[in-house]
């Protein structure tokens, strides 16, 4: 089985990594960062692909990475070269948080070209895809989903088959939404506490040991109160993807304040230029007297 990859930024490079260590054969990479392209088709044995149809031809299997709504377009719909010349019989993994029209409109452009499509949605982070370690929400047809789920069980730990195309789009903007949710609380949470004079140590312990315990305060409590946000799930992503969730919701008349208010605050970190910390990030915007890395982003 040949297996190509589109997109190989954070995610994308360690599921290479991963399935190279695992003896799969890797073909073809494709990134519109060229540098980057060329270092991972290095370290997994093939060559960095100019063009998408490249990645088609050399691929029995094509996993897609990218950022938005607006990249899946692209590669799959892009005037003179996309991912879908010549892709009879191929079949395309799409990894990335989209909104679940779009999920839906792949499928179709991918099956009039002869292609099969299945949307596996990661909620993981960087160490996992590197592991194998991934959760993965999958949507598509379920013969496509049967036919994939064994390399998809060499990606990841939990491999969930939710339904038809678009509603596996539809639970990881969920996921993604509550997580933001409960950074931006977290966040309040121990900003208040550093203000109140409280040892955020304790804090943290007593948060982990009542209802205010969440799998953010794991990941993320320790990193806010020292300030250390290198990226895992950038503060860009997680207002694109609290964006997609408020799309749904604003399409069935529901009104989510708390999602609302946290997409605002990750829009101001865009804004401040604080756009590719970790999420964790929202915490300069939360604590008093944390101006000097929004000032340095600035200058």
């Known amino acids: ?5 589109v997109g190989v930024g954070r995610m994308g490079a360690n599921m290479a990594r991963h399935l190279k260590d695992r003896q799969f054969q890797i073909t073809a990479v494709y990134d519109i960062n060229r540098a980057k392209a060329t270092s991972v088709a290095a370290e997994v044995g093939c060559a960095a692909s100019q063009d998408l149809s490249e990645v088609t031809a050399e691929s029995d299997v094509i996993f897609t990475v990218v950022t938005d ?5 692209q590669i799959f719909t892009g005037a003179g070269d996309n ?6 019989g191929k079949l395309f993994i799409n990894c990335e948080t989209i909104s679940p029209g779009v999920e839906i409109d792949v499928e179709k452009l991918v099956h009039q070209a002869g292609a099969e499509s299945l949307e596996a949605c990661m909620a993981s982070s960087i160490t996992q895809a590197r592991d194998g370690k991934l959760y993965l929400m ?13 390399i998809l069980k060499e990606l990841g730990s939990v491999v969930r088959y939710i339904g038809k195309s678009g509603e596996a789009a539809k ?4 996921v993604n939404m509550v997580m933001n949710i409960n950074t931006a609380g977290l966040a309040e949470g121990l900003a208040l506490g550093a203000a109140l004079g409280l040892d955020l140590e304790m804090l943290r312990q ?9 799998r953010v305060l794991e990941t993320d409590g320790e990193d806010m109160q020292n300030r250390e946000h290198s990226c895992f799930f950038s503060a860009a992503h997680a207002a694109k993807d609290s964006g997609i969730a408020l799309n749904l919701a604003r399409s069935l008349g529901l009104d989510l304040p708390l999602a609302r208010a946290t997409k605002e605050q990750y829009d101001r970190m865009i804004a ?14 939360t604590f008093k007297d944390r101006s000097a890395l929004r000032k340095k982003a600035a200058d």
């Open 1 to 5: 089985m040949n297996i190509g990859f």
């Open 138 to 150: 999958c949507g598509g047809d379920e013969e496509t989903f049967r036919k994939a789920e064994p």
């Open 69 to 73: 709504d607006n990249a899946v377009r």
């Open 272 to 285: 401040e230029g604080l756009g590719e910390l970790d999420k964790s990030g929202i915490a300069e915007l």
């Open 171 to 174: 639970v990881k903007a969920l």
């Open 206 to 214: 007593v948060f982990s040991q009542t209802g205010a315990a969440s």
């Open 83 to 88: 991912l879908l010349v010549n892709a009879r």
